[in-house]
């Protein structure tokens, strides 16, 4: 009986990677709806495979489905033990965010790439980035804000001088 568990339960580990495979040939041939299909069944074999997880990630990444990119990533980031992987599930999730001009959650991203593989040269040049672009965000709110105020200033100028 404790051989037949095993057996299914090695069967099944050879599933979820047997699909990976197939999913990353797909992948590399830029078949990514293809390569969707296979990630996403190797996670209903092994819903805790974070390889599984990231390459899901990073084919909805591929199609342009930030939100599901991230969702697979951030599953990526709780099943995965290795620091190298890990680090590059948080590099991939900045690069979403940076994408969608949310540099706050990018700079946090890129940040734990970091704690996990301080060596990693790309997420390091891309907080640096994400900081710059914060930065410059932020002082075009500040100036948005700025005209809005003189302009609603203005405004009431005009109102109280014709009122007169």
Not at 128 to 157: A, D, I, S
């Amino acid at each position: 009986m404790l051989c037949l568990a095993f057996a299914i339960l090695t069967a099944t580990a050879q599933t979820d990677r047997q699909y990976i495979r197939r999913g990353n040939a797909a992948f590399a041939t830029k078949k990514y709806g293809v390569a969707e299909v296979n990630f996403r069944k190797a996670l209903a074999a092994n819903a805790h495979n974070a390889i599984a997880a990231y390459n899901l990630g990073c084919a909805m990444q591929a199609q342009h489905k930030d939100s599901l990119a991230l969702q697979n990533y951030t599953l990526a980031t709780k099943n995965e033990t290795n620091k190298a992987r890990l680090s590059s599930a948080f590099h991939n999730m900045g690069t979403v965010y940076q994408a969608k001009k949310n540099y706050q959650k990018a700079i946090e991203a890129y940040k734990n790439a970091l704690r996990n593989n301080p060596h990693h040269a790309n997420a390091r040049y891309n907080l640096t980035q994400c900081m710059h672009l914060l930065k410059k965000q932020q002082q075009q709110q500040r100036q948005q804000r700025k005209l809005q105020e003189h302009v609603l200033v203005v405004q009431l100028h005009k109102e109280a001088t014709t009122l007169q």
